[in-house]
């Protein structure tokens, strides 16, 4: 069996996309890899063994204007790419998740009518690729049960969010040495998602400063601030005194997950995911683009009592501070949102998903 998969531009898109390759190989399944050029797509997928293609990163704008003309160039080099590369390797089965990358992937496969196609919707509400792509399709697979009714498509399937094994096991007591990590402190994760978030670094770090200073004493913080960011909120760190790890970015994300007591996270439906697996207490605090589905993911988690969501346009610097100082003080909270969020979780996503994909042979 050969699956092509096409995914990547974000952490959200391709992590799952990785879990869903990962199972497929234990199966001794072929796999082909297409993702963006950008460089998150290459250090997530460079080391893994499977054959991988890259395209150009070239999302459509929301407004018409010169860069759509732009962006119709690349989209007809990008897809005559396509179907060199369905002519090449002829999958049984295209996978997409969403994304610039998918789109014309996907469309060409659907319209050849000899290969099977599965999209993966990893939001609540469903992104435009995969809405366009939803009528072609033969089955779609969601990560929250409510997303089925953005969907007309007749097969949709619950499969959870696809969630990487590694990312899943728990290494506390090797972490906290690996981190240089006091073991007897309570641990704060910041994550302001794949890319970094330069305003949520900014929230965040600037609330926690105004901590009192015994607070301060008896808490750390790893704080995945993105490439551009950790010089300038570490040194925001140590002139406050507080004890803090800050990284660009962390491969071993499940060494994060596994010293936490408290996560402040962008709600990407990854990352909520792998911290519900870890049933870990969120304050979410959705990317305020008023285009971005974020804020559904969190609010879904919010309604189940399963995190906590906070607007970033509409919270200020004191009013996160009381918020962490409440959460830092009553374990019996953060042990509530903990279980509920540990019931939103899905661990056996991507073999729920290989199975499906599986399936389309025989259909």
Request: proline content about 4%.
């Amino acid at each position: 069996m050969r699956v092509l998969i096409a995914s990547g531009g974000s952490g959200g898109h391709i992590f799952p996309a990785v879990s869903l390759a990962e199972e497929l190989k234990k199966d001794n399944v072929e796999i082909i890899f297409v993702a963006s050029r950008r460089r998150l797509d290459r250090n997530i997928i460079q080391n893994r063994d499977y054959k991988k293609i890259f395209l150009s990163a070239n999302p459509m704008p929301y407004k018409f204007s010169w860069r759509f003309v732009t962006f119709l160039a690349k989209l007809a080099i990008d897809s005559i790419c396509a179907l060199y590369i369905l002519l090449r390797f002829r999958p049984d089965v295209v996978v997409g998740f969403g994304g610039y990358i998918a789109g014309a992937i996907l469309l060409l496969a659907a319209m050849d009518g000899h290969i099977k196609t599965v999209i993966h919707e990893q939001n609540l509400v469903p992104g435009r690729t995969n809405r366009l792509l939803e009528r072609f399709v033969d089955s779609v697979a969601i990560s929250f049960p409510d997303t089925k009714k953005y969907f007309r498509n007749k097969n949709v399937v619950f499969t959870g969010n696809p969630l990487r094994e590694e990312s899943l096991k728990e290494y506390r007591s090797e972490a906290f040495n690996s981190l240089g990590l006091e073991r007897d402190k309570m641990t704060i994760l910041v994550m302001g998602g794949s890319q970094g978030a330069s305003s949520l670094n900014d929230l965040v770090s600037r609330s926690i400063s105004l901590l009192p200073s015994e607070k301060k004493k008896n808490i750390q913080l790893v704080h995945i601030a993105g490439p551009k960011e950790p010089e300038r909120i570490q040194k925001r760190y140590n002139e406050n005194g507080i004890q803090g790890k800050v990284l660009t970015f962390i491969r071993d994300i499940n060494e994060a997950y596994s010293v936490s007591d408290l996560a402040i996270s962008r709600s990407g439906a990854a990352a909520i995911f792998e911290l519900a697996a870890f049933k870990k207490p969120m304050v979410l605090i959705p990317y305020p683009d008023r285009k971005n589905n974020q804020r559904f993911n969190a609010g879904f988690f919010a309604g189940k009592n399963a995190a906590i969501c906070i607007d970033e346009k509409n919270t200020g610097l004191e009013e996160l501070r009381d918020l962490i100082t409440e959460l830092v003080d009553n374990p019996a909270k953060r042990k509530a949102l903990s279980e509920n969020a540990g019931r939103l979780s899905v661990v056996d996503g991507a073999r729920r998903l290989k199975e499906l994909v599986q399936g389309q042979v025989s259909l």
